[in-house]
T-cell receptor, first 109, second 114 residues
């Protein structure tokens, strides 16, 4: 079983829409959770860490559900510039950082 | 501040050839990682290092070797390249293994094995 499972999409949404991505992880002892953004042919860059209490950064909200072992990312009021691939990442064990396959988002004018 | 730098950015190899990918970071990070990214497979961890002189296997280590002789450098070697190793390779580093420590990525190396 993969450490991290993520719906690859693609998600095509109109500007202004709200979109949500989920990601499940298999190791219940995982401690750290992240969402990364990756633009086409570029490296992944941290979008936000995911804290147990949930956290928000502008139009982006991240949630962690330990009981069900999933993390989520909500994007409100989608912009054209939000078009990218969103990768969830989970730190399992002492040092391994595992990534999901990524979900491609396209925001349509 | 350069961050994480990968060399080379592009390379074409013939089957059976060898090569070394270099990752250098100037952030004094302890942890360094090598990933490969393939369509539909996401980022898969090849090898990682928790400090100078240490290395460990990740999810897909076969066919690769690594070395961390200096804290700032993490080398990935392909001894005998195979077409299955055609991929985009990313190096990453992080300051520690503490909770919520961000990993920073290099710009990637696009490798094609023919």
């Amino acid at each position: 079983r993969k450490e991290v499972e993520q719906d690859p999409g693609p998600f095509n949404v109109p500007e202004g829409a709200t979109v949500a991505f989920n990601c499940t992880y298999s190791n219940s002892a995982s401690q750290s959770f992240f969402w990364y953004r990756q633009d086409c042919r570029k490296e992944p860059k941290l979008l936000m860490s995911v804290y147990s209490s949930g956290n928000e950064d502008g139009r982006f909200t991240a949630q962690l559900n330990r009981a069900s072992q999933y993390i989520s990312l909500l994007i409100r009021d989608s912009k054209l510039s939000d078009s990218a691939t969103y990768l969830c990442a989970v730190k399992s064990g002492a040092n391994n950082l595992f990534f999901g396959t990524g979900t491609r988002l396209t925001v349509i004018p | 501040n350069a961050g994480v730098t990968q060399t080379p950015k592009f390379r074409v190899l013939k089957t059976g050839q060898s090569m070394t990918l270099l990752c250098a970071q100037d952030m004094n990070h302890e942890y360094m990682y090598w990933y490969r990214q393939d369509p539909g497979m996401g980022l898969r961890l090849i090898h990682y290092s928790v400090g100078e002189g240490t290395t460990a296997k990740g999810e897909v280590p076969d066919g690769y070797n690594v070395s961390r002789l200096k804290k700032q450098n993490f080398l990935l070697g392909l001894e005998s390249a195979a077409p299955s190793q055609t991929s985009v390779y990313f190096c990453a580093s992080s300051y520690s293994s503490a909770v919520n420590t961000e990993a920073f990525f290099g710009q990637g190396t696009r490798l094609t094995v023919v």
